[in-house]
């Protein structure tokens, strides 16, 4: 039995062409982030070479892609996210709120994705309104941050 790890990237090195020839619709965006993601640490990609004085060895460092959607670059997006979000916020309650889409309503989001911009105006609407009749008298505002998730449709 092999102990070899697997990263998504050499999923997607081994399967990509053979599930295009599939003749899935594939948006524009999805075929250059999985090239992304392929080419993500190659030596075709570039490299800053170091050199240690003391041993008198080099080091090649490969340039990643820094797509966020990149197991291995996004984990650092998606940290560099949340520390830029949390230095701005006030420490405060807050809550968690999700937003879904029926599951018969997703395919017009998957056809036209110039629509999901609505989805945040709705939901921050709906929560803006739902706090208005709370606090009546305070008149206050609550803040927002969304996200999207785009996978995990089932929402498992």
Not at 70 to 81: L, P, T, V, W
Not at 101 to 104: A, G, R, S, V, Y
């Given at each position: 039995m092999s102990n070899k790890t697997f990263k998504i990237k050499d999923?997607?090195?081994?399967?990509?062409?053979?599930?295009?020839?599939k003749g899935y619709p594939i948006r524009p965006a999805v075929f250059k982030n999985v090239e992304k993601i392929i080419m993500c640490?190659?030596?075709s990609m570039g490299h800053a070479l170091y050199y240690c004085e003391h041993c008198g060895k080099f080091k090649h460092v490969y340039f990643t892609c820094k797509s966020r959607f990149?197991?291995?670059?996004?984990?650092?997006?998606?940290?560099?996210?949340a520390s830029s979000i949390s230095s701005k916020l006030i420490n405060c309650k807050h809550r968690h709120i999700v937003f879904t889409?029926?599951?018969?309503l997703r395919i017009f989001f998957r056809k036209d994705r110039n629509l999901l911009h609505l989805l945040f105006k709705?939901?921050?609407?709906?929560?803006?309104?739902?706090?208005s009749k709370l606090n009546k008298s305070e008149n206050f505002k609550p803040g927002i941050i969304c996200t999207m998730h785009t996978f995990g449709r089932d929402l498992k």
């Open positions: 999923i997607f090195s081994d399967h990509w062409d053979a599930f295009v020839a640490g190659e030596p990149c197991n291995s670059c996004g984990a650092k997006y998606i940290q560099d996210r889409i029926p599951e018969e709705a939901s921050a609407d709906t929560v803006l309104t739902w706090f």
